[in-house]
């Protein structure tokens, strides 16, 4: 029997970014805030101090940030034919765990989704015909605009202390930004980080073939920065140890570093560790939560938490998985596709980049930032990108990044090298510093049988079903990551590399090796019922005071990565409880 | 074990070259412009707060380094044996990883004379103990 706690305003699931941002917010209303976090405390010291933190087989290896898949994991198959098995060991993407969550180990690209994007499913009837959008592509758009969006990206870009050039202040074009994104209303925070040679080298080449590159927008200081609400951060030392690894000199935008510490000095707010959710109280007329129950992990201690609000920040695919274990809203079905919980679940393809090996040129990988980056937006969010002539909805980035050059993990070798022995280790101490990567990242359009669901065989350490995905790649998804392939491997040949590889092509997605924690949908958001888990303000159709944030909400994935837009519809839907729910307690469209 | 021994006579040494270096007349800095300059410390470093990721620098001139006891430091701090004053401060900031090697101190230091002077002079007013009103 669970332990009935004291009732509070409002309970928060998971304490990372979008949690940080609603204790914050929430809290500050005069709103009593519990978060219940599955994982430990974590802080830049001592958790993330040197050299501590400069173990490259701890985290980036063994996960030493991320979800235990040992308590609870997901099973996966690639389509409904094939029976779904649990992934025991994490790979294709690593959800975080722990105050501050993967806000604490992301690499900090932080991006404003296209005015495409947004209305995504409009653009493309306008465009190209409703024809041209394949009957299994559930495409949907977005039911906030951009321009409604705006003030809260640049919140969340604030906050974070995002390093970038605007290339459309106010909808004159700025050269040197990105001139395909929508007008923002101010120039980034923090100038853009210092170019490394390689994106010199790609930028010059992409601009002189009349491409537009400009430096990627980083959550990564470029100098020491206080935000507006008073949190400091130091500047960027290029160390390599960001994806996977808390920074050291509290230079990557971060909740705990940031939304956090301020919800924490709140005596309206309180956290506890250890506590795993495990689902959202209904009552009787399953329209209205009452709270939720936890384990805490340390004890095996059951609670029940009553609240008046509950919002689900968990990860992306928790979120989901928590509905579903929660009968809240109704369960997708592909077969039939009736029900909207699990529905859209979108990834995002990679692999259509070329690696570069110049016999005469040296780039200090070493020398390494997250988001530290060249990138041209040409195939993406340009309008004039004709996809008609692709036979295909969506986009892709091409990057030259620089994240890490870490003595496990990069190890970039010409094609045909031996794959072990002496003429490996030739060929990696020889082109560890002269070789450069340029990456190819597609957006993800839904399609009705990529989706998650329970599983009907395996279950987690508190005896519940596991969630379980069924997903692959789409032609629509290999189309645009060979169309673009080809374009980076063009501008590759312009620098005249000694070799290069050729641009992969892509078979079934196999969920092992790591491609992107850029998980989104499940729990969508849209305008109406019956195609979407929540409505513009991430609050649930079916159970109006639970609101579910993050990138589950997404309808589609874009070429960008996902955490622009997880912050700012955090800050949006924190504004909405505040502002419009709290004076309206109910369904708010 | 004798590398060890080595590893620190030869830093002990280091240090006090350094501090000969640096303790020749010094010009005096301008603490409004220190306190600019204070920032890129700021994000690890409080005037006085031991909940910061870097140790607090309340009444730090005059103290051993490594001793306060509410910060866990590394061992090459503690057994720097440098008792912090303008000058080792200024060799310090110069280039931290170079001045007592192996520190946990996650900053790339602060390239010009100018701005160490500035830096130093603005700390010297700020975190001396002040009496209480």
Same mark, same amino acid.
């Given at each position: 029997?669970?332990?009935?706690?004291?009732?509070?305003?409002?309970?928060?699931?998971?304490?990372?970014?979008?949690?940080?941002?609603?204790?914050?917010?929430?809290?500050?209303?005069?709103?009593?805030?519990?978060?219940?976090?599955?994982?430990?405390?974590?802080?830049? +010291?001592?958790?993330?101090?040197?050299?501590?933190?400069?173990?490259?087989?701890?985290?980036?290896?063994?996960?030493?940030?991320?979800?235990?898949?040992?308590?609870?994991?997901?099973?996966?198959?690639?389509?409904?034919?094939?029976?779904?098995?649990?992934?025991?060991?994490?790979?294709?993407?690593?959800?975080?765990?722990?105050?501050?969550?993967?806000?604490?180990?992301?690499?900090?690209?932080?991006?404003?989704?296209?005015?495409? +994007?947004?209305?995504?499913?409009?653009?493309?009837?306008?465009?190209?015909?409703?024809?041209?959008?394949?009957?299994?592509?559930?495409?949907?758009?977005?039911?906030?605009?951009? $321009?409604?969006?705006?003030?809260?990206?640049?919140?969340?870009?604030?906050?974070?202390?995002?390093?970038?050039?605007?290339?459309?202040?106010?909808?004159?074009?700025? !050269?040197?930004?990105?001139?395909?994104?929508?007008?923002?209303?101010?120039?980034?925070?923090?100038?853009?980080?210092?170019?490394?040679?390689?994106? #010199?080298?790609?930028?010059?080449?992409?601009?002189?073939?009349?491409?537009?590159?400009?430096?990627?927008?980083?959550?990564?200081?470029?100098?020491?920065?206080?935000?507006?609400?008073?949190?400091?951060?130091?500047?960027?030392?290029?160390?390599?140890?960001?994806?996977?690894?808390?920074?050291?000199?509290?230079?990557?935008?971060?909740?705990?570093?940031?939304?956090?510490?301020?919800?924490?000095?709140?005596?309206?707010?309180? %956290?506890?560790?250890?506590?795993?959710?495990?689902?959202?109280?209904?009552?009787?007329?399953?329209?209205?939560?009452?709270?939720?129950?936890?384990?805490?992990?340390?004890?095996?201690?059951?609670?029940?938490?009553?609240?008046?609000?509950?919002?689900?920040?968990?990860?992306?695919?928790?979120?989901?998985?928590?509905?579903?274990?929660? $009968?809240?809203?109704?369960?997708?079905?592909?077969?039939? $596709?009736?029900?909207?919980?699990?529905?859209?679940?979108?990834?995002?393809?990679?692999?259509?980049?070329?690696?570069?090996?110049?016999?005469?040129?040296?780039?200090?990988?070493?020398?390494?930032?997250?988001?530290?980056?060249?990138?041209?937006?040409?195939?993406?969010?340009?309008?004039?990108?004709?996809?008609?002539?692709?036979?295909?909805?969506?986009?892709?980035?091409?990057?030259?990044?620089?994240?890490?050059?870490?003595?496990?993990?990069?190890?970039?070798?010409?094609?045909?090298?031996?794959?072990?022995?002496?003429?490996?280790?030739?060929?990696?101490?020889?082109?560890?510093?002269?070789?450069?990567?340029?990456?190819?990242?597609?957006?993800?359009?839904?399609?009705?049988?990529? !989706?998650?669901?329970?599983?009907?065989?395996?279950?987690?350490?508190?005896? $519940?079903?596991?969630?379980?995905?069924?997903?692959?790649?789409?032609?629509? +998804?290999?189309?645009?990551?060979?169309?673009?392939?080809?374009?980076?491997?063009?501008?590759?040949? %312009? %620098?005249?590399? #000694?070799?290069?590889?050729?641009?992969?092509?892509?078979?079934?997605?196999?969920?092992?090796?790591?491609?992107?924690?850029?998980?989104?949908?499940?729990?969508?958001?849209?305008?109406?019922?019956?195609?979407?888990?929540?409505?513009?303000?991430?609050?649930?159709?079916?159970?109006?005071?639970?609101?579910?944030?993050?990138?589950?909400?997404?309808?589609?994935?874009?070429?960008?990565?996902?955490?622009?837009?997880?912050?700012?519809?955090?800050?949006?839907?924190?504004?909405?409880?505040?502002?419009?729910?709290?004076?309206?307690?109910?369904?708010?469209? | 074990?004798?590398? *060890?021994?080595?590893?620190?006579?030869? =830093?002990?040494?280091?240090?006090?070259?350094?501090?000969?270096?640096?303790?020749?007349?010094?010009?005096?800095?301008?603490? &409004?412009?220190?306190?600019?300059?204070?920032?890129?410390?700021?994000?690890? *470093?409080?005037?006085?707060?031991?909940?910061?990721?870097?140790?607090? =620098?309340?009444?730090?001139?005059?103290?051993?380094?490594?001793?306060?006891?509410?910060?866990? /430091?590394?061992?090459?701090?503690?057994?720097?044996?440098?008792?912090?004053?303008? &000058?080792?401060?200024?060799?310090?900031?110069?280039?931290?990883?170079? /001045?007592?090697?192996?520190?946990?101190?996650?900053?790339?230091?602060?390239?010009?004379?100018?701005?160490?002077?500035?830096?130093?002079?603005?700390?010297?007013? &700020?975190?001396?103990?002040?009496?209480?009103?």
């Amino acid at each position: 029997m669970a332990t009935k706690l004291k009732e509070v305003d409002v309970v928060i699931v998971g304490l990372g970014w979008t949690g940080g941002i609603l204790a914050k917010e929430l809290s500050a209303a005069g709103m009593t805030v519990v978060a219940l976090e599955r994982g430990e405390v974590r802080n830049t +010291d001592p958790d993330f101090s040197v050299p501590l933190i400069r173990d490259e087989l701890r985290f980036a290896v063994r996960h030493g940030l991320m979800q235990n898949p040992v308590r609870d994991t997901l099973t996966f198959r690639n389509r409904a034919s094939e029976t779904a098995l649990p992934m025991r060991r994490l790979g294709s993407f690593l959800p975080g765990e722990g105050v501050g969550g993967a806000g604490v180990h992301w690499n900090g690209v932080t991006w404003r989704w296209t005015e495409i +994007d947004h209305a995504i499913r409009s653009h493309y009837e306008q465009r190209y015909g409703n024809s041209f959008i394949p009957a299994d592509m559930s495409l949907q758009d977005w039911p906030v605009s951009y $321009q409604e969006l705006e003030p809260y990206y640049d919140r969340f870009e604030r906050t974070a202390g995002v390093s970038g050039r605007a290339g459309n202040l106010r909808g004159q074009i700025q !050269a040197g930004g990105n001139v395909f994104e929508g007008p923002r209303d101010r120039e980034f925070p923090l100038p853009p980080l210092e170019p490394a040679y390689a994106h #010199t080298l790609f930028s010059d080449a992409a601009a002189q073939a009349g491409y537009h590159p400009f430096p990627r927008p980083a959550a990564n200081a470029s100098r020491a920065y206080t935000n507006p609400d008073g949190s400091r951060l130091g500047a960027c030392a290029y160390c390599g140890y960001c994806e996977r690894f808390g920074c050291e000199a509290n230079a990557k935008g971060s909740p705990h570093i940031t939304v956090i510490p301020i919800a924490m000095a709140n005596p309206n707010f309180e %956290l506890r560790t250890r506590a795993w959710v495990t689902r959202v109280l209904l009552d009787s007329t399953k329209k209205k939560a009452t709270g939720v129950v936890y384990t805490d992990v340390a004890t095996g201690e059951e609670f029940e938490q009553p609240a008046s609000i509950v919002a689900l920040c968990a990860y992306a695919i928790n979120n989901v998985h928590l509905m579903l274990l929660s $009968q809240i809203g109704t369960p997708y079905d592909s077969r039939t $596709q009736t029900g909207e919980v699990g529905r859209n679940y979108c990834y995002q393809p990679g692999g259509g980049g070329v690696t570069l090996f110049f016999e005469d040129k040296i780039f200090n990988p070493f020398m390494a930032s997250g988001a530290f980056g060249s990138v041209l937006d040409d195939f993406h969010a340009n309008p004039m990108f004709d996809r008609a002539a692709v036979g295909a909805i969506g986009g892709a980035t091409v990057t030259v990044g620089q994240s890490n050059g870490r003595p496990i993990g990069y190890r970039p070798v010409p094609a045909g090298t031996p794959r072990w022995g002496s003429a490996w280790k030739a060929a990696t101490a020889k082109w560890y510093l002269r070789s450069m990567n340029i990456g190819v990242t597609a957006s993800n359009m839904p399609n009705r049988y990529n !989706a998650y669901d329970l599983d009907p065989t395996y279950r987690n350490a508190f005896g $519940q079903p596991l969630l379980r995905l069924t997903y692959n790649f789409t032609d629509n +998804d290999r189309a645009i990551v060979t169309f673009v392939g080809q374009k980076a491997a063009e501008i590759g040949r %312009l %620098l005249n590399p #000694t070799s290069m590889t050729t641009p992969g092509v892509r078979g079934d997605y196999s969920i092992v090796p790591y491609q992107s924690t850029h998980n989104t949908g499940g729990a969508v958001m849209g305008t109406s019922p019956r195609d979407s888990a929540v409505n513009r303000y991430l609050q649930s159709w079916d159970v109006p005071n639970v609101f579910v944030v993050g990138a589950s909400a997404f309808p589609h994935n874009s070429a960008y990565n996902p955490t622009g837009p997880v912050g700012a519809l955090a800050y949006w839907a924190a504004d909405a409880i505040k502002n419009r729910y709290l004076q309206r307690p109910g369904q708010l469209v | 074990m004798l590398s *060890h021994v080595a590893a620190l006579v030869a =830093l002990g040494a280091f240090a006090s070259v350094m501090q000969v270096g640096a303790s020749q007349a010094r010009p005096a800095g301008d603490p &409004a412009r220190g306190k600019v300059v204070f920032e890129q410390c700021a994000a690890c *470093h409080a005037l006085d707060d031991p909940t910061s990721s870097g140790p607090s =620098l309340k009444g730090m001139f005059g103290r051993k380094a490594g001793s306060r006891d509410d910060y866990r /430091y590394s061992v090459a701090m503690t057994r720097s044996g440098v008792v912090w004053d303008a &000058a080792t401060l200024d060799a310090y900031l110069a280039d931290p990883q170079a /001045y007592i090697v192996g520190n946990r101190m996650s900053f790339a230091g602060v390239t010009e004379q100018s701005d160490r002077d500035d830096l130093i002079a603005y700390l010297e007013q &700020a975190v001396r103990p002040t009496e209480g009103p």
